[in-house]
């Protein structure tokens, strides 16, 4: 049998993955196999990386950090009470750091904290990959530790409502969207609790009480992995042209209603974090410790609000928005300002740009329905309740976007 057909077989197994997205392939057939450092690579990162933007989000959510800075960041300057609101939740539930492999290790492009995906490729597909191929998957029993992550959030953020009847936890995604969609019901089944789906178009926000599904009963715990708060505070009521996405925020800071991921999560979503990170280690800051500047150093990017400090020493560097999915709205420039390459796409151009030391992303040839091809591998660590866990990779163009593949990885055995 042809890749096509093995292909073809192995994925009708699995009716309700987005094997092809956009018309064509997504999810690639032949894994690629790795060795146990690059497991141990993909750790280390997400152990050292993790404790960094942790720390700064306790820092941006601190009584040290005026307003204003949190303006600079790229932030509304009306979410301020929802960005600084303090939870018993982790920093982020399921966070997912994405980094390039270099000849010195990982660097940190950006960390997708508030709305990930590429949750079930890396947690359930990989496994199923690696098993149809008789190899062994480098994410084994990560699907236990995302369970309990879920479960243990829900418990934890209905217990901070202070209520006394049973929990109304809802998940929510947009209904048209099958990845999203397929994500969150994949969550509601691990965390085994009696919840229901509600898509996003059926809730409904009474302001100052509270947010309802499509029968009236009160939401205690929303859970929205793949809705965005930049785009939901874009959210105005077509009749009554009311904010009903900054209502839903403050639903959260009046203790109305718990989401996951958190408020905190939404505030290390922004690249600018990137920027404070690199700002305070270049300043070397005492709020890390010498073995945490090492680790900066070791880890992140060179990432400024301006692009002078790669103009001046003619350096190549990357635009980004500071909310930005998917390569949409980034730019390539050489060390004189010229664009050099770009997303077609640009979505994002109206949110604070971040500018960040340029650095390729390792080239590798793959089997796809088009045959051999050669792309560029991005690298996605999950962050889960601040550990490590599972990771995967994207493999495309120069600049990871919406068409890259998910190419799954193995060890062998």
Not at 132 to 151: F, I, S, T
Not at 167 to 188: G, M, R
């Amino acid at each position: 049998m042809t890749y096509i057909d093995n292909r073809q077989k192995f994925y009708n197994q699995l009716p309700e993955f987005w094997a092809d997205m956009y018309g064509q392939e997504y999810a690639l057939y032949e894994p690629a196999e790795i060795s146990e450092d690059a497991v141990n690579d993909a750790k280390l990162l997400g152990e050292r990386g993790g404790h960094i933007l942790f720390k700064t989000a306790s820092l941006l959510q601190s009584e040290n950090i005026e307003d204003d800075t949190l303006q600079l960041l790229g932030f509304p300057e009306v979410l301020n009470s929802f960005l600084r609101y303090q939870t018993p939740l982790a920093k982020t539930v399921i966070g997912r750091i994405d980094s390039i492999e270099t000849p010195e290790g990982h660097k940190i492009m950006e960390f997708n904290s508030d709305t990930p995906t590429f949750i079930y490729e890396c947690f359930k597909v990989n496994g199923l990959v690696c098993k149809q191929h008789g190899y062994r998957d480098p994410n084994e029993d990560k699907e236990k530790q995302l369970k309990n992550a879920v479960r243990s959030s829900i418990l934890s953020a209905y217990r901070h409502l202070q209520t006394e009847h049973a929990p109304h936890i809802v998940f929510t995604a947009h209904e048209e969207n099958i990845e999203d969609k397929q994500t969150v019901l994949y969550l509601k089944k691990l965390s085994g609790f009696p919840s229901q789906y509600v898509p996003l178009e059926e809730l409904v926000i009474r302001k100052g009480i509270g947010l309802f599904d499509q029968n009236g009963k009160k939401i205690d715990v929303l859970y929205r992995q793949t809705f965005p708060i930049e785009l939901l505070i874009q959210d105005v009521d077509k009749v009554t042209n009311e904010d009903i996405g900054l209502q839903l925020t403050q639903l959260v800071v009046q203790n109305k209603l718990a989401i996951i991921n958190p408020p905190s999560a939404f505030l290390l979503q922004s690249k600018a974090i990137l920027a404070v990170i690199w700002g305070l280690h270049e300043a070397r800051s005492p709020y890390f410790s010498s073995e945490e500047h090492e680790w900066i150093e070791r880890y992140f990017l060179p990432t400024y609000l301006e692009p002078d400090p790669f103009l001046k020493n003619k350096e190549k560097y990357v635009q980004k928005p500071v909310f930005g999915r998917e390569g949409d709205t980034v730019r390539i420039f050489d060390g004189v300002g010229s664009i050099i390459d770009q997303d077609k796409h640009q979505s994002y151009d109206n949110y604070v740009s971040v500018y960040q030391k340029h650095v390729s992303l390792p080239k590798m040839t793959f089997q796809s329905h088009k045959g051999v091809q050669e792309g560029y591998r991005m690298t996605g660590t999950f962050i889960i309740n601040g550990k490590p866990s599972a990771f995967g990779y994207r493999i495309g163009n120069a600049i990871t976007d919406n068409l890259s593949y998910f190419l799954p990885s193995c060890i062998k055995k």
